[in-house]
């Protein structure tokens, strides 16, 4: 079975920074992509960023210059630091990791940013 759990969210203000955790346990073959998204109250889930397996990133234009996307194979560990944050950063963060067996979630992490 395949779990992922993101970890590091909280409450900061606005400027503030963040390091978020996604621990990977069980196996997943073949991995192609992991990435961030994240889903404010009343809003659709949109996509923060991604990295591939090759490490190359891609990150949404309200993100880009302030947030980084990285990963520790060796753990099964991926990261996302968010730094300069805004109020309108504040949403549920999830992880996920796409395999080519299937696409994985995990269950959110709040990061909350406010004065």
């Known amino acids: 079975q395949v779990q992922l759990v993101e970890s590091g969210g909280g409450l900061v203000q606005p400027g503030g920074s963040l390091r978020l955790s996604c621990a990977i346990s069980g196996s997943i073959f073949g991995v192609v992509h992991m990435g961030w998204y994240r889903q404010a109250p009343g809003k659709q889930r949109e996509y923060v960023a991604l990295?591939?397996?090759?490490?190359?990133?891609n990150y949404a234009a309200s993100v880009k210059g302030r947030f980084v996307v990285s990963k520790d194979n060796a753990k099964n560990t991926m990261f996302l630091q968010m730094d300069a944050l805004k109020p309108e950063d504040t949403a549920v963060y999830y992880c996920t990791v796409d395999g080519r067996r299937g696409t994985y979630w995990g269950q959110g992490t709040q990061v909350t940013v406010s004065s």
């Open positions: 990295i591939s397996d090759g490490d190359s990133t």
